[in-house]
């Protein structure tokens, strides 16, 4: 039976990276996206090149009053296009950011980030969790920054954090169920994340650069085929990890 995968976030970056890769080892796709929707009919164009099935939704993750809404859309998607009443792989991997000192944070910067990135994945998984399959897998984007600190990012990399916590509570509550749970924590990346800051500002590209023991920093493509064979038989038994991928960040 073909797997079919949901990425949140999937119209650009990381996620459209992940999309395409966890594709081309033979899943199909169902994709969100908060605004653009032109960018996610794109990755679906992709995918379906590809020969997989995949369909793209819009979904604001940070707004924990449309998951239910969502998961029921989810459910008649599934029966239309699949016959089926599940889906096997969850990445939630939708996310924004937000620079600014703990000095100088406001309070809706830092309510928008956790809901976004703590609280969105903490109830977009429980209202998906009647959907996933028993024996499926959960990937949760986490960040560098849970690890080492660079000046703007603490709320971000708190929010982070959470996510890294939850992640091993849910790989404890779902066992039961075969469902493995880790956490990707990418370094600084090449993408529009914080307005674009690691890939158009030289300067902070080569700070971040010159604390990478590779010597640069990441592109999409660094991340979405290790977050493809995290979901793979290969790796069938990791399971309530935090695995960073960042060339040695800060080593």
Request: glycine share 8%.
């Given at each position: 039976m073909t797997r079919i995968a949901l990425v949140t976030g999937a119209s650009r970056g990381l996620g459209?990276?992940?999309?395409?890769?966890?594709?081309?080892?033979?899943?199909?796709?169902i994709l969100t996206?908060?605004?653009?929707?032109?960018?996610a009919a794109a990755v679906v164009e992709e995918i379906e090149a590809m020969g997989r099935k995949a369909l793209a939704f819009q979904l604001d993750t940070g707004d924990v009053a449309t998951f239910a809404p969502f998961a029921e859309t989810l459910r008649g998607a599934l029966r239309r296009t699949w016959q089926r009443d599940t889906f096997d792989h969850l990445v939630n991997n939708a996310g924004h950011g937000d620079h600014a000192l703990i000095?100088?944070?406001?309070?809706?910067?830092?309510?928008?980030?956790?809901?976004?990135?703590?609280?969105?994945?903490?109830?977009?998984?429980?209202?998906?969790?009647p959907l996933l399959a028993d024996g499926g897998r959960i990937?949760?984007?986490?960040?560098?920054?849970?690890?080492?600190?660079?000046?703007?990012?603490?709320?971000?990399a708190?929010?982070?954090?959470?996510?890294?916590?939850?992640?091993?509570?849910?790989?404890k509550e779902l066992g039961s169920r075969g469902i493995a749970v880790n956490t990707v924590a990418p370094g600084a990346i090449e993408t529009d994340f914080g307005g674009g800051a690691v890939r158009d500002n030289p300067e902070i590209n080569r700070v971040f650069a010159s604390m990478t023991a590779l010597g640069?920093?990441?592109?999409?493509?660094?991340?979405?085929?290790?977050?493809?064979?995290?979901l793979s038989e290969d790796n069938r038994w990791i399971n309530a990890q935090r695995i960073e991928v960042s060339g040695g960040q800060a080593i």
């Open positions: 459209r990276s992940a999309a395409r890769h966890i594709a081309q080892r033979g899943s199909d796709l996206y908060q605004n653009r929707a032109e960018d000095a100088d944070t406001t309070e809706a910067q830092f309510d928008r980030l956790v809901d976004v990135h703590f609280k969105g994945v903490y109830f977009l998984t429980q209202a998906l969790l990937v949760n984007l986490s960040s560098g920054l849970t690890r080492v600190s660079f000046p703007g990012y603490a709320a971000y708190a929010a982070k954090g959470a996510v890294e916590v939850l992640s091993l509570y849910l790989a640069r920093v990441g592109v999409p493509d660094d991340i979405g085929p290790m977050i493809a064979s995290l």
